[in-house]
C-alpha cells in the first residue's frame, strides 16, 4: 500500500500542519504500520505551498492507495492552494480518482470546533463524489502556534494525532473518539465568553497576531477596510 501526507498549508515545510503530520505518523510505528519503519519522514509528504509542483503533486496523489490530508482553516474554508489542488483532479481518469482512502484534519487557530464544521461536511461530500473512502475528518482548534511552544504544552494535542495514526494503521478509519475529543469545546462556554471579553481590553489576547504583524509591517494597516467602515470595537 502506497501512503501520501499532503499539506495544504501556505507555510509549508514550517507550517504546524508539517507538525501534526509528524504525531500521525508517530502513532501509525506505534501500531506497528510497516509503511513508517523508517521514521516520520519515512512517508512520501507533498507540499501544496510548492505551487509551481502543481503537476508531480497530482501525479503522487493519483498513484496513492491513502491519503492524509491536513489544512488550516482560512476564512471557514480551504485554503485557496488546496482548492487548486482539488481542482487540478477534476480532469483525471476515473479508475485513478477512484478507489482511495482518504482522512483529513482542518486545523485552525479558534479554540472552538464550530468554526471548522462547514469544510468538514464539504469534504465529506467531495469524497462521495470522487469515489473516495473517507477515514475520517478530524477538526481541531488551538492549533495556530504549537510549532513554538514547549513539549509539555503541546502533549494532550500530540498524544491526539497520535492516537489518530494509530487507529488508521490499525482499523483503516479514524477513531470517532479522537473525532470527537478533538471537536471539542464545540462552543465556548458562557463562563469562558465572559473571560474573554473581560482580558480584552488588556491586549493579552491579540499578543501574538500583533507580534506576527509587526513582523511581517503590518501593524499599522490593521484597521484597514477597504469594503466597509473601519472596525471599532
Not at 90 to 110: E, T, W
Not at 211 to 228: E, I, T
Amino acid at each position: 500500500m502506497k501512503r501520501l501526507f499532503v499539506n495544504g498549508s501556505p507555510r509549508g515545510k514550517e507550517s504546524n500542519s508539517r507538525l501534526l503530520f509528524s504525531w500521525i505518523a508517530e502513532g501509525m510505528a506505534a501500531a506497528g504500520d510497516s509503511n513508517t519503519t523508517g521514521g516520520p519522514d519515512a512517508i512520501e509528504t507533498i507540499d501544496l505551498a510548492r505551487a509551481r509542483e502543481l503537476d508531480s503533486q497530482r501525479e503522487a496523489f493519483l498513484a496513492a492507495d491513502e491519503v492524509v490530508m491536513v489544512m488550516p482553516l482560512y476564512t471557514d474554508s480551504m485554503p485557496a492552494l488546496v482548492k487548486r489542488f482539488v481542482d487540478s483532479l477534476a480532469g483525471s481518469p476515473r479508475g485513478k480518482l477512484a478507489g482511495k482512502r482518504i482522512a483529513f484534519v482542518v486545523q485552525s487557530g479558534f479554540p472552538e470546533g464550530i468554526h471548522g464544521e462547514a469544510l468538514a461536511s464539504y469534504l465529506a461530500r467531495l469524497s462521495l463524489r470522487c469515489g473516495w473512502t473517507c477515514m475520517g475528518t478530524v477538526v481541531k482548534g488551538g492549533i495556530e502556534g504549537i510549532r513554538i511552544m514547549p513539549p509539555w504544552m503541546t502533549a494532550k494535542t500530540r498524544r491526539l494525532f497520535q492516537a489518530m495514526g494509530a487507529s488508521i494503521a490499525r482499523d483503516g478509519m479514524v477513531d470517532p473518539a479522537v473525532i470527537s475529543a478533538a471537536s471539542r469545546p464545540r462552543t465556548l462556554s458562557p463562563f469562558m465568553r465572559t473571560f474573554f471579553r473581560m482580558l480584552a481590553p488588556t491586549g493579552l489576547t491579540n499578543m501574538y497576531w500583533h507580534m506576527n504583524m509587526k513582523k511581517h509591517g503590518a501593524y499599522a494597516r490593521r484597521f484597514d477596510a477597504p469594503y466597509g467602515a473601519p472596525y471599532k470595537g
